[in-house]
């Protein structure tokens, strides 16, 4: 069946510090991977993504790595900031080709000045 | 910045009640969806409508839920009779065509069933 699952519930950091945030999934069919945050009372926010046939995408201070032959997927974040502190889900497109966001139960980041 | 926008921000209604959650999507989007999160718990999908139809549905979406887009601006989702497990946060999103799948989530509206 599809789902998408973290290994930690709560991760605390150092400002100045990198994060690394992973996530686990289980149907290899999926293609397509997407890292929201969330904080809180706001609605998730898009982070960054990756295909499969990736291995590795880039954006700003953050990089995703996919490992599929694990079926593994993390987050980095470098130089971790206070406004990095939030709730940090992974998700899946799930199948039907209709977009549905199928995601993981979460991270909470906490960082420590 | 074009944003998704909810209203209201928290409801408070009895159990066996009527709701709607509105929602405005980003002008130019055509996808949208509506999620729930109860407290504590991840982000679930609850439907997805795309020119005027619902494309696809979970199985949380009972025949209790329904969704409509009633002008070109407004989307929103109504629970025709509300349960206690219905309280949660309701979350509306949106994407356009050619980015079919950054999906941009409103801030939500708090939904409390007593």
């Known amino acids: 069946g599809e789902s998408v699952g973290l290994h930690l519930p709560t991760l605390s950091v150092q400002e100045g510090d990198n994060s690394i945030i992973n996530c686990a999934y289980s149907?290899?069919?999926?293609?397509?991977f997407i890292w929201y945050k969330q904080e809180s009372g706001k609605g998730p926010q898009f982070i960054i993504d990756?295909?499969?046939?990736?291995d590795k995408r880039q954006g700003q201070r953050v990089t995703v790595l996919l490992n599929k032959t694990v079926k593994h997927l993390s987050l980095q974040i470098a130089a971790t900031q206070p406004g990095d502190s939030a709730v940090y889900f992974c998700?899946?497109?799930?199948?039907?080709?209709?977009?549905?966001?199928?995601f993981g139960a979460g991270t909470r980041l906490a960082v420590h000045p | 910045e074009p944003e998704v926008t909810q209203t209201p921000s928290h409801q408070v209604t009895q159990m066996g009640q009527e709701v709607i959650l509105r929602c405005v999507p980003i002008?130019?989007?055509?996808?949208f969806y509506w999620y729930r999160q109860i407290l504590g718990q991840k982000v679930e999908f609850l439907v997805s409508?795309?020119?005027?139809?619902?494309?696809?549905k979970s199985e949380i979406f009972d025949d209790q839920f329904s969704v409509e887009r009633p002008d070109g601006s407004n989307f929103t989702l109504k629970i025709r009779s509300t349960k206690l497990e219905d309280s949660a946060m309701y979350f509306c999103?949106?994407?356009?065509?050619?980015?079919?799948?950054?999906?941009?989530f409103g801030p939500g509206t708090r939904l409390t069933v007593t």
């Open positions: 998700a899946e497109i799930g199948a039907g080709g209709y977009n549905k966001l199928i």
């Open positions: 149907n290899s069919a999926s293609d397509y």
């Open positions: 990756i295909r499969s046939n990736m």
């Open positions: 002008s130019n989007h055509l996808y």
């Open positions: 409508f795309y020119n005027n139809e619902i494309s696809e």
């Open positions: 999103a949106s994407n356009a065509e050619g980015d079919r799948y950054e999906q941009y």
